[in-house]
């Protein structure tokens, strides 16, 4: 699946995104440093009119703006419409009510490809009640990887829980990503920018599966190799940059370390 | 009070912020390097959700977004409700009717623990009729540490006047920082990170005076060790991220210039 | 023309932005390393008391956020009303009918002094029919200095072209500028921050010609000069802003490449 970088960078996809504030410019940066096209909006107007212009559409709520609530709904609906890949960001779903409910709409309104988050996201994910397909409750001696996998059959779609290890699952193949720093966690917008480079190699490929993997395992990968010498946030954050700009096939063959069950 | 840095770390706690789209995403990562955790919302619908499950609340009225301004007397109302520590950062309150109305409205509906500004704010702040306690006027050879007194004893909060010293006041005792660098207005959001780093220590510790003065003690010093070398202000920023990652309790006692009165 | 590098640093012209939420830190930080103020607003209340208290309003479409279109053509009446200076950057103007439409609103409604975009974005702007002045439709082998010369006239404003070479006219004189790299297209916000230095160099000179050019100067040689070493976009975009902060006449004198016709 490493082929995937050149074909990000051929194909140069535009990955429009629909996200929070925070770290908007941020994952405008990363989707360059990859080699695809950043795209921000927050019109309800070219809602209808950009997306069958973009290859991939990120959908990511993070701080819950009340002005935006509804145009990620639209825009998640019309990216169905014209069958562009979608991947979403539940970030913290579980803190409130309100971004439960989010979710829960953008669930039962949009089909999306790939849903992104933290292992104990998905869980709470994996309990609603969406599109009729009951509510379900998980043994706390579940393995992660049984749970993980119900909820991308539950929910038909990729899932990736990204943690320690990084899994991802159609419901069916398991990848497991080894690589990683606890550093990542140390700035903030890595979250949101590896669902900017999912929405990156889903722009370039067909392959969902892969193309899910590709964009957590360029993180947590390029964080690796920029967690050195006792490093700054400050400085990890350029190194990072650096690292995914310069990122290539011979190095992901070289430091990936990835299990494919 | 150099031993709240830890609790800072060993509590985790977390900021809420109402702030600005311009420094938001430097207010996360600064909290992130002292070790805490960053929230951001612009959410009407969560606020009554999501502040009785914050460390403390932080409310910035920088770019004064149309359809932000009631959401921030909101949320400062409910931290009250549910005893949340409040910072108040009234960047540019004298710059506009608009600004003074709605800090003026922010002082009569909502409690604050702490409001953070430079000397011309808190001094401007100070005149305003709030909460039926008349204007006042200050002379202009007045001392800016008998002002700043006033002021807190006023609106009886902790006041910090930020400047080429920085002053900390409960109205009654006074820390003075006399760490700092010019550097520090060569780049933006040095004033709305102060806040963010006293909402920090504010979410960690019961003690008010000492976290406001810990909060501007940790960006002016921090500036001053980030100053190196004729240095650029993209390296600045870089380096004072990393020296606030990297402060400890011993830096602190070896570096910090702070008189009591 | 260099000599207008000093006047911004003796003037410091308070540049406010109504701009993207991209790129907004970016260019408040821009602004402060060339030696002027930022001042960001999104409050339609306060535009009529800020703009008064500018220097010159920049004016950037960047994410069509809808709450803010009706508050971007405002703010451009509202700065012709107090004769400031004020720059339009037309972001992606011909990607989607809603683009088109908001910025022929606003060169129907507001007159600008400066419009900046890539050459693309310059053509298409041409060929619209604005204050009734016909729709122009340019041949193919038309000389790409005549068409932004013709703009120019038409749209009577000096109007800034960038790519390999940045050309800038009034509609009679032509300068070009030959430096820059292909990296200032690696990241994020270089467009955007180019205005915010067309707007540096306008709120502290009446010379509209030679303040659009040093601002695209500025960002060209600067990137030039920060592209070293094979280095990573995180690593360049530091050395941006440091090469901008450190920038002085000398410089300016010993590495310009500009032609004048």
Redesign the interface.
């Known amino acids: 699946m490493f082929e995937l970088l050149n074909e990000v960078k051929e194909i140069n996809p535009l990955v429009l995104h629909y996200t929070?504030?925070?770290?908007?410019?941020?994952c405008?940066?990363i989707t360059?440093?990859i080699g695809a096209s950043?795209?921000?909006?927050?019109?309800?107007?070219?809602a209808e009119?950009?997306i069958p212009?973009a290859s991939s559409v990120v959908i990511n709520i993070?701080?819950?703006?009340?002005?935006h609530?509804e145009?990620f709904v639209k825009a998640g609906k019309i990216a169905n419409k014209h069958k562009k890949p979608v991947i979403l960001d539940p970030v913290?779903v579980f803190?409130?009510?309100?971004?439960s409910l989010l979710v829960k709409t953008l669930l039962n309104e949009v089909k999306f490809d790939v849903i992104k988050g933290n292992a104990a996201e998905i869980k709470y994910i994996g309990g609603f009640n969406v599109k009729g397909k009951g509510v379900d409750s998980f043994d706390d001696d579940e393995n992660i990887d049984d749970i993980i996998k119900k909820v991308a059959k539950k929910l038909e779609c990729v899932v990736v829980a990204t943690g320690k290890v990084d899994v991802v699952t159609d419901g069916d193949k398991i990848i497991k990503i080894h690589n990683g720093t606890p550093k990542l966690k140390?700035?903030?917008?890595t979250g949101c920018m590896s669902a900017s480079l999912i929405g990156s190699y889903l722009g370039a490929s067909n392959e969902i599966l892969n193309s899910a993997a590709m964009g957590v395992l360029t993180m947590s990968l390029c964080g690796e190799l920029s967690d050195i010498d006792n490093?700054?946030?400050?400085?990890f954050?350029?190194?990072?940059?650096?690292?995914i700009?310069?990122l290539n096939e011979d190095k992901l063959k070289e430091s990936s370390r990835v299990e494919v069950f």
């Open positions: 929070n504030e925070v770290t908007i410019n941020d405008a940066n360059l440093a950043p795209l921000m909006s927050y019109s309800y107007e070219e009119e950009i212009i993070g701080t819950m703006n009340s002005s609530r145009l913290g803190a409130t009510p309100s971004r140390g700035i903030t917008g490093i700054g946030i400050g400085s954050k350029v190194n990072l940059m650096d690292n700009y310069k």
